[in-house]
Structures are given as structure tokens and as C-alpha cells.
């Protein structure tokens, strides 16, 4: 009797286990979640000799697109509805692609082969007022056959090899803009009017310092400190800063964070600062920058006082003109704060911007702070989201020159680390820093 009830109760707790391995399969299997299908496509359309247009035809579920159009013109967006027209000046072969990239970090890509052919120079260009700020113009190169490159002149500017730029007019008048094109040698030029109607509401008219990158090589280093090294710069970060990760090309700024060891680092990148070469009080600084995307990526341009080696950080001030930290919710936002010592005590305040649709490495942004006696105003394309009132004693930090940082940062407390959808590399793209005072 003793033995059957053993073998019964043995029975019983090798069924009882089997149940229990066979519910733990039977649960794995039903509640993994197999990756959605997606296939790349596009359509290519031939507006005339030079201009093609895009059309993302893609079918399935996916986070983003890449798009690199074969001239050294690569963008990624995750708008899928939006269309691309570009200029292929060199008579060649082009081959283009499109890689989707899916909320599990996997990608696919589509190619094709443009063929531009040989065709008659006809220099022209659109400028349309833009209808959300009528102190902008937006000018289209539409001209077509080959040429060598071309540049817009208006006012005092000159913008080299840009097919689509938004030019700021501060005043109300009437001005001529000028787009010189040159072909083998010799330039053909045609122009147009515009009319502002209206001053630009708060511009301060004198431009006292700025670096619009219209040379090749490293940052200019007149204007330009190369901070380098390890050690998580306070914040845990994962990056080594290095001298080779920041190179100005194209009339571009472009900060690249890579996934390569350093010593103890497993990413580098770069980081720049105007530390005792150039600092000010008081005026209005933007950048005009296009930003990187994915988990772990933290951007910035910002101010520190500069003071900081004496009095220590947080009293010497940080003014963060613009942070990103990157992620699958995060590409679309960013934040501008303040930071400074409250009696002994780290104190800040701060706002976030998010776009209405796409991502900040869909396109350029113009990214700015005003700042005076009274307040800091911070704005994304002249659209304003942060004020701060710096009248109070302990906001003194606010009341003395400050210095100017661009840097690419990869992990760290705030953002996180890098994850598999993290895709390398990275690129921070800069295509001015400018300052104004009365």
C-alpha cells in the first residue's frame, strides 16, 4: 500500500510538472509578438533634364526612413507622405535608396539608378514669402542643365550650394536677391525682388560675432576650443570626445557620434566650446542645426558662465538654448532650461518644444534665446515656447558673460543608453552660430 500511494503521488506531480511546462510554452508561443512585414518602395518621377522628384511607396509597419539620394543628400524623416524634388547638376549615373528601419531596429532597403543626361544651362530660382514668418523667403534653385555650383547673394550674404534656402530679411523694404551660377569658369547670374512688408518683431540688428562655416577642415580654431577626453563629463555619459569627430565641409558644421572603443568609451564624438576666445552679455544668439535621432543621442547648444572656473558649476550659470535626448518618442522634442545655485543648492527651470509632425533630423531648425536685464526667451523657428523672469537676486548668474558649447553627447544620466534601434552613425549638422547686440 505504501508503494502505490508513492507511485500515485509520483503520478500526480509528473503530471502536475508537465502541465506547467506545457502552459509555459503554450503562453511564450502565443504571446510572441512577430515582427510586422515591410517592404521598401519608392517612385521616381523626372520633372525636367536636372529635377527628380520622390515618392515614398513603401507598404507595412516601420518607424523611419533614411533616404540618400545619391548626391551626398541624405535624410531621414518618419513622415511617410512626404516627397522630395532635388537638382542633379552632374550629367551621371545617381543611385538612390530608400531603408526602412522598424520599431525592432531591423532594416530594409530599395535602390535605383537616376540617369541625369547632358542638357542646355538655364539659370533661374523661385522666392516665396513664407506665410508663417514674412520676414523669410524661401529660394529654390530651378535651374537646369549641369554646372559646377552656384551661390545666392542678398543683403550681405553669400550662401554657397544650397538648392533650398530660407533667407531672413529683419527689415521692411525692397530687395534684390541674386542667384550666380558657375559653369566651367564663368558665371551666369539672374535676380529678383522681394518686398518685406514688416519688421521682424524683436531683431536686434548688430551682428557681433558668428561663424557661418563657409571653409573646409576642422572648426576654425580663432573661434573654436576642441574639448577632448572621457570620464562621463558629470553626467555618466558613455562618449570619449575626440579632435576628429567635428569637420566643417559644404558650408556645414558636422558633429559625428560613432560606435568605436576609446580606452574605457565604446562611442566617440565631439565637442566645441568658445571658452575664452568669445563670450557676451546680453543680445540674441541662435544655430541653425539639423539633429541626429535614435535611443541615447543627447545634442546641445548651450551657454555656461564664464566665471566657471572660479565660482564652480551651477553657479556660474547654464543657459541650454537646446537639448534633445533621442528615442522613438523623443526625436520630436526639445528643451530649453536654465540652471543655476539657489543657496547652496542646484536649482533650474526649463520647457519643451515638439513638433507638430516629423523629427528634428528631418530638416534643419533655427534654434535661439533673447536675453536682456529682464528675461530669456527661448524659441524653435522664431516660434516662441520658453520665458524665464532672471530679475530676482538669486538669479544673478544671468547678469555676466557667458561662453558658447555645440556637443553631441551619447548616453548619460538624462537620455539613457544607447539601445539595438540605435542606429551609428550619428550626426549633429551646424550651419551657423550667430550673436546680435544692440
Known amino acids: ?30 504571446c510572441k509578438k512577430e515582427e510586422a512585414e515591410y517592404t521598401p518602395a519608392f517612385g521616381i518621377t523626372q520633372i525636367d533634364a536636372n529635377h527628380v522628384q520622390y515618392t515614398n ?25 512626404e516627397s522630395f524634388v532635388f537638382y542633379y547638376y552632374e550629367a551621371k549615373d545617381y543611385e538612390v535608396s530608400l531603408r526602412l528601419t522598424n520599431y525592432v531596429g531591423g532594416n530594409k532597403t530599395a535602390t535605383k539608378t537616376v540617369t541625369i543626361s547632358p542638357a542646355e544651362l538655364i539659370e533661374s530660382f523661385t522666392a516665396e514669402i513664407d506665410h508663417d514668418d514674412p520676414n523669410y523667403v524661401i529660394l529654390t534653385n530651378t535651374s537646369q542643365g549641369t554646372y559646377d ?22 527689415f521692411a523694404g525692397e530687395y534684390n536677391i541674386q542667384l550666380v551660377v558657375n559653369k566651367d569658369g564663368a558665371d551666369y547670374s539672374t535676380s529678383q525682388q522681394v518686398v518685406i512688408e514688416q519688421d521682424a518683431e524683436g531683431y536686434l540688428p548688430g551682428l557681433v560675432w558668428s ?33 576628429d569627430n567635428a569637420y566643417v565641409d559644404n558650408g ?37 542645426i539639423k539633429l541626429p535621432y535614435g535611443q541615447g543621442l543627447w545634442p ?9 572656473n572660479t565660482v564652480g558649476w551651477p553657479a556660474c550659470g547654464e543657459t541650454d ?24 543648492e542646484h536649482a533650474e527651470y526649463g520647457k519643451s518644444y515638439t513638433l507638430s509632425s516629423g523629427i528634428f533630423a528631418d ?67 551646424v550651419d551657423y552660430v550667430r550673436v546680435f547686440q544692440e
Open 1 to 30: 500500500m505504501k508503494k502505490n500511494k508513492f507511485h500515485k503521488i509520483q503520478t500526480v506531480f509528473t503530471y502536475a510538472a508537465l502541465f506547467i511546462l506545457f502552459t509555459f510554452l503554450f503562453v511564450q508561443i502565443g
Open 363 to 429: 530638416e534643419f531648425h533655427v534654434f535661439s534665446v533673447t536675453w536682456d536685464e529682464s528675461e530669456i526667451i527661448g524659441y524653435v523657428d522664431g516660434n516662441q515656447y520658453f520665458a524665464a523672469d532672471i530679475t530676482p537676486e538669486q538669479l544673478s548668474e544671468f547678469h555676466q558673460n557667458f561662453f558658447i558649447i555645440l556637443n553631441l553627447a551619447v548616453g548619460g544620466n538624462w537620455p539613457g543608453s544607447p539601445d539595438d534601434t540605435t542606429i551609428f552613425p550619428q550626426t549633429m549638422e
Open 252 to 288: 556645414v558644421l558636422t558633429i559625428t557620434a560613432k560606435e568605436e572603443s576609446v580606452g574605457e568609451n565604446d562611442y566617440t564624438s565631439s565637442r566645441i566650446t568658445t571658452q575664452n576666445k568669445f563670450d557676451f552679455q546680453y543680445g540674441r544668439i541662435e544655430a541653425r
Open 149 to 170: 555650383s552656384f551661390k545666392w547673394l542678398y543683403l550681405d550674404m553669400e550662401i554657397e550650394n544650397e538648392f533650398e534656402y530660407k533667407a531672413f530679411f529683419p
Open 57 to 81: 511607396e513603401s507598404t507595412g509597419e516601420y518607424y523611419f526612413m533614411t533616404w540618400d539620394f545619391g548626391n551626398g543628400t541624405t535624410v531621414t524623416t518618419t513622415d511617410k507622405k
Open 211 to 243: 561663424d557661418e562655416f563657409n571653409y573646409t577642415g576642422n572648426p576654425n580654431p580663432d573661434k573654436w576650443n576642441m574639448e577632448t577626453g572621457g570620464g562621463g563629463w558629470g553626467n555618466n555619459e558613455l562618449q570619449y570626445y575626440t579632435e
Open 300 to 308: 546641445a547648444f548651450w551657454m555656461l558662465g564664464e566665471n566657471i
Open 321 to 344: 538654448i537646446m537639448e534633445m535626448v533621442g528615442g522613438v518618442n523623443s526625436d520630436n522634442t526639445v528643451y530649453c532650461t536654465l540652471h543655476w545655485d539657489n543657496d547652496g
